[in-house]
């Protein structure tokens, strides 16, 4: 093949070539419905391919047009600096699901990226555009990719949402934290982001297969148990009917668990005796029996955990050197928001259980 010396032609040209590409596959597409009705990806792409060439004969990008296909990003390739990925769906609309946010396979010699998109559905059309300017958000199929719709207007595209450029995007080293860190800030109560690790939380992947909380052993109950109630002190707050929601999220996102009856596993059983610093005994809700009980694992998780974790599940800009203690005041402040139970004898009954905390002093 013959490639011409001339590596990076003027963007313009390579714009009249993508504007000459439409024309033809377009002049093609009359009364060709059927065809195309039955044209796959690989098949699409050797269409585009051979309407590349062709217009590009008698300009800078002759005999420079290579199809690369396969894995590799983008599918057709002109200079060694531009590239086309295509793309199609078989329905009445302009819009699909696309590549990778990573772009993995990227062909580090190509620049700049023209989407060509085939709406193979009755009638038969093409568009080609610039692939940033056709992207407008993200979606999940087995990694982040792109959502394309080729009618997007200016302004609304993903990287304006952003407020990134999509080259400073795909030159990131971890382009994911970026995008997980925007759609973690449109959240809505009662929602979670169970695809996105953001790179400085979490490293952890989303569990491939989901499991019944009936079917797991009583040690692995008991330690997610303990991990709700060091993560979310909401679930001793009595009276609040979402205090479950995190967790649940939680345990099915993070864990790959689905636990259809929560109460159960946290304050279920009436009243308790507990054994405050000063040995009072006192009845309590069943939830601090089972902080009583998993007091070990709970403290473990503190201490374990990793500092970002805590800040995003306690929602708090600072977490403190003591932990323990720390954790301990939001679960008094917590489970006596419905004013029923006393903050300082939630305190003391906590230090009864964790005898650590400074002889019970709770500042």
Not at 255 to 260: D, L, W
Not at 294 to 311: C, F, M, P, S, W
């Amino acid at each position: 093949m013959i490639f011409s010396d001339n590596r990076t032609p003027p963007l313009p040209e390579f714009q009249a070539l993508m504007k000459k590409t439409d024309q033809l596959l377009n002049k093609e597409a009359v009364g060709r419905d059927t065809y195309y009705a039955n044209r796959n990806g690989t098949d699409l792409e050797k269409d585009v391919f051979e309407a590349v060439s062709r217009a590009a004969y008698h300009t800078s990008f002759e005999g420079s047009i290579q199809l690369v296909s396969g894995a590799a990003f983008p599918d057709i390739i002109a200079n060694n600096y531009y590239g086309i990925e295509v793309k199609s769906t078989n329905k009445n609309h302009w819009r699909t699901i696309g590549s990778s946010i990573l772009e993995s396979t990227r062909i580090q010699s190509v620049e700049r990226i023209f989407l060509t998109f085939g709406k193979l559905g009755a009638p038969v059309e093409f568009i080609s555009r610039p692939y940033e300017e056709c992207l407008y958000g993200i979606s999940v199929t087995h990694y982040p990719r792109y959502q394309i719709d080729m009618k997007l207007q200016p302004g609304d595209t993903i990287f304006d949402k952003m407020g990134v450029p999509y080259d400073t995007l795909r030159k990131m080293s971890n382009p994911v934290e970026q995008v997980s860190r925007y759609y973690k800030s449109q959240l809505k109560p009662g929602e979670s982001l169970w695809w996105a690790d953001t790179g400085s939380v979490e490293d952890e992947s989303v569990p491939p297969t989901v499991k019944l909380w009936t079917s797991l052993s009583s040690d692995m109950k008991e330690a997610l148990t303990a991990q709700g109630y060091a993560l979310f002190p909401e679930v001793l707050q009595s009276g609040n009917p979402k205090k479950y929601n995190r967790y649940a999220l939680w345990l099915v996102t993070k864990q790959g668990v689905v636990n259809t009856n929560i109460r159960d596993s946290f304050s279920a059983g009436g009243k308790v005796s507990i054994r405050t610093i000063d040995g009072i005994d006192v009845l309590m809700p069943a939830a601090f029996g089972k902080i009583h009980k998993y007091h070990g694992l709970i403290e473990d998780t503190l201490n374990d955990i990793d500092e970002a974790v805590l800040k995003e599940y306690w929602k708090t800009e600072k977490i403190d050197s003591d932990r323990l203690k720390q954790w301990c005041r939001m679960i008094a402040a917590t489970a006596t928001t419905d004013l029923r139970i006393n903050y300082d004898l939630v305190w003391r009954v906590l230090c009864g259980i964790f005898l650590k905390l400074d002889g019970g002093q709770r500042k």
